[in-house]
């Protein structure tokens, strides 16, 4: 039996038609790349250094913070479980394009390349890239 995940959403899963899933990698990106955004999430960043379990609880707490209202607009819990919602919902539209190049983006700005298979495994996201 396999172990649960422990970030996945109480409830029903949220859907995104492809136009929902773009203008909400649209609106993440411009959180994320709001100046005092990148301040916060850089400020984590260097307090979590490479600890992966730091990461888990400063990085991604703060990227969930600044992602809030994104995530509700959304119809996702405002924490790290609708986060990982709103990334599997995503998921259902990685072969467009456009949400492949904003979706590999968006974990950049807060999943470093070396820790990054690690934390997707850990956060049930699969393998790396979008």
């Given at each position: 039996?396999?172990?649960?995940?422990?970030?996945?959403?109480?409830?029903?899963?949220?859907?995104?038609?492809?136009?929902?899933?773009?203008?909400?990698?649209?609106?993440?990106?411009?959180?994320?790349?709001a100046p005092e955004n990148v301040a916060l999430l850089d400020k984590a960043k260097?307090?979590?250094?490479?600890?992966?379990?730091?990461?888990?609880?400063?990085?991604?707490?703060t990227a969930c913070q600044i992602l809030a209202p994104c995530l509700a607009e959304f119809g996702f819990?405002?924490?790290q479980a609708g986060a990982m919602g709103l990334l599997q919902a995503l998921e259902k539209h990685k072969t467009d394009p456009e949400i492949e190049a904003k979706?590999?983006?968006?974990?950049?700005?807060?999943?470093?390349?070396?820790?990054?298979?690690?934390?997707?495994s850990m956060m049930g996201m699969g393998a790396p890239g979008m």
């Open positions: 039996m396999a172990a649960p995940n422990m970030f996945a959403a109480a409830g029903p899963a949220v859907e995104l038609s492809l136009d929902q899933a773009k203008a909400a990698v649209t609106k993440m990106t411009d959180l994320l790349e260097a307090t979590a250094g490479e600890d992966v379990m730091q990461y888990m609880m400063v990085v991604l707490p819990s405002p924490d979706g590999r983006s968006l974990k950049s700005k807060f999943i470093p390349e070396n820790l990054a298979p690690m934390l997707q």
